[in-house]
C-alpha cells in the first residue's frame, strides 16, 4: 500500500528542505518523490539534510508540472497549512492517512505539497479531491514543509500497519473495486463538461471561474470511477452533436 503513495513538491525553494522530506519518507517506509520544478535540484545540500536517504533522493522525479506528478492518480489530496475562502472538502493528517491507505490497494495516490512561502495555489488545489490540515496552533499554524511531510507520512504507516494487522490473507485478495477516475481523465472531462457550458451560454455568467471552482468540487466529491467519467462525456458528446445539427 505504502508503494502506491507519492510525495509531491511543488516549486520547492530550499534545497535542505527536499533532503529532509526524503529523510522523513524513508523513516516511514515512502519511496516516490516527485518532485515539481524545485528552484535547486540536485544538491549538495538536499543530500547533506537526507542522511542515509539519498537512494530516496537518487530516484526522485522531477516534473515540468503538477498534472505531470499526479498522472495515473485515483486520489489527489492538497496539504494546506491554511482554510480556504471556498471551503474544500478536508481531512486531518489522520483522516487522510486512513483514506490514502484504502485508496492505494488499488490506485497511485498523491499527497501534494506546497512552496515553503506562499503554499499551493487555488488552481493546484483544485487538483485536489481533498484538502489536508495538520491541526496546529490558529495563531502559527505553518509547519516547515519537511515536518509537515513527517507528521503525514507517519500516520501514513500508522494507518498501513492498522490495516495490515486487520486484513487476514483471505479477505487481502477480495473483490477488485472499479478503477478510479485519473487525474487525466478528471482534467479531459472538467475541459469538456466547460466547453459545452460554454456553447450552450451557461458559463457566460459574470463570474465563469467561481462556477467552475464550485463544478470541479462537485464533481471532485464524488471520486468518480473510469466507466462514470466515459459515460458522462459520452453524454456531453450526445450533446453537443445535437448543438450542431
Ligand atoms: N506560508 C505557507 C505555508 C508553507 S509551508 C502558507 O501560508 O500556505 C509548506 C507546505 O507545508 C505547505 O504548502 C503545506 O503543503 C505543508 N504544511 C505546512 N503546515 C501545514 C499544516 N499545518 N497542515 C498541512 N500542511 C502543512
Redo the contacts with the bound molecule.
Keep these: 500500500m505504502l508503494a502506491n503513495i507519492r510525495i509531491v513538491l511543488?516549486n520547492t525553494s530550499e534545497p535542505g528542505n527536499i533532503g529532509g522530506v526524503a529523510r522523513a519518507m524513508k523513516n516511514m517506509h515512502l519511496e516516490h518523490l516527485m518532485l515539481v520544478q524545485p528552484e535547486l535540484f540536485p544538491s549538495a545540500k538536499a543530500t547533506a539534510r537526507a542522511s542515509g536517504a539519498d537512494d530516496i533522493l537518487a530516484r526522485a522525479s522531477v516534473c515540468q508540472s503538477l498534472d505531470e506528478a499526479i498522472a495515473g492518480c485515483g486520489l489527489v489530496l492538497?496539504?494546506?497549512?491554511?482554510m480556504r475562502r471556498l471551503t474544500w472538502p478536508q481531512v486531518d493528517?489522520r483522516q487522510c492517512a486512513e483514506k490514502v491507505i484504502a485508496e492505494a490497494r488499488h490506485t497511485p495516490v498523491a499527497i501534494?505539497?506546497?512552496?515553503?512561502?506562499?503554499?499551493?495555489t487555488n488552481e493546484e488545489l483544485e487538483r485536489c479531491h481533498y484538502l489536508?490540515?495538520?491541526?496546529?496552533n490558529p495563531a502559527y499554524?505553518?509547519?516547515?514543509?519537511a515536518?509537515?511531510?513527517q507528521?503525514?507520512a507517519y500516520e501514513l504507516m500508522m494507518a498501513a500497519q492498522q490495516a495490515q494487522s486487520l486484513v487476514s490473507p483471505a479477505e487481502s485478495t477480495v473483490l477488485p473495486q472499479e478503477a478510479p477516475a485519473t487525474a487525466e481523465q478528471m482534467q479531459g472531462f472538467f475541459e469538456h463538461l466547460f466547453a459545452v457550458l460554454a456553447e450552450i451560454g451557461f458559463l457566460n455568467t459574470e463570474h465563469p471561474r467561481k462556477m467552475s471552482r464550485r463544478l470541479k468540487r462537485l464533481f471532485n466529491k464524488a471520486q468518480l470511477e473510469k466507466v462514470e467519467v466515459n459515460i458522462l462525456r459520452g453524454i456531453l458528446a450526445t450533446m453537443q452533436k445535437k448543438l450542431s445539427e
Design positions: 511543488v492538497g496539504a494546506s497549512a491554511r493528517a501534494v505539497f506546497g512552496r515553503e512561502h506562499s503554499g499551493l489536508v490540515n495538520i491541526p496546529s499554524s505553518s509547519l516547515n514543509l515536518a509537515a511531510v507528521v503525514i
